[in-house]
Nanobody, 121 residues
Framework: QVQLEESGGGLMQAGGSLRLSCAAS????????MGWFRQAPGKEREFVSA???????DYTDSVKGRFAISRDNFKNTVTLQMNSLKPEDTAIYYC???????????????WGQGTQVTVSS
């Protein structure tokens, strides 16, 4: 089993920045890929960004150029730096870990509890 613990999030005005971090309890093949999904009220959970052990990353189109994902393999952590925040970024953000760089939630084996991000206009 792998536990994922998120930190960061909170309330920010539009145009501001927030940083999310996620720490995995241990390193396994199931943490080869670590990433973030988000779920807004009344909407399905959607892919935001993910990064592989070797540093290959992917972003959903709506956050490209605004969000940056990075990881520290030694510490088993992944960080999502969110800049130029928009009200539509408001959601619960979930850290996820899996074996393959995919945009589908089903490809990820482990999930954090989620952290709220609220962006006011």
């Amino acid at each position: 089993q792998v536990q994922l613990e998120e930190s960061g999030g909170g309330l920010m005005q539009a145009g501001g920045s927030l940083r999310l971090s996620c720490a995995a309890s241990r390193r396994t093949f199931s943490t080869d890929v670590m990433g973030w999904f988000r779920q807004a009220p009344g909407k399905e959970r959607e892919f935001v960004s993910a990064i592989t052990w070797s540093g290959e990353s992917d972003y959903t189109d709506s956050v490209k150029g605004r969000f940056a994902i990075s990881r520290d393999n030694f510490k088993n952590t992944v960080t999502l730096q969110m800049n130029s925040l928009k009200p539509e970024d408001t959601a619960i953000y979930y850290c996820a870990a899996g074996r393959h760089l995919k945009r589908t939630a089903g490809a990820y084996e482990y999930w954090g509890q989620g952290t709220q991000v609220t962006v006011s206009s």
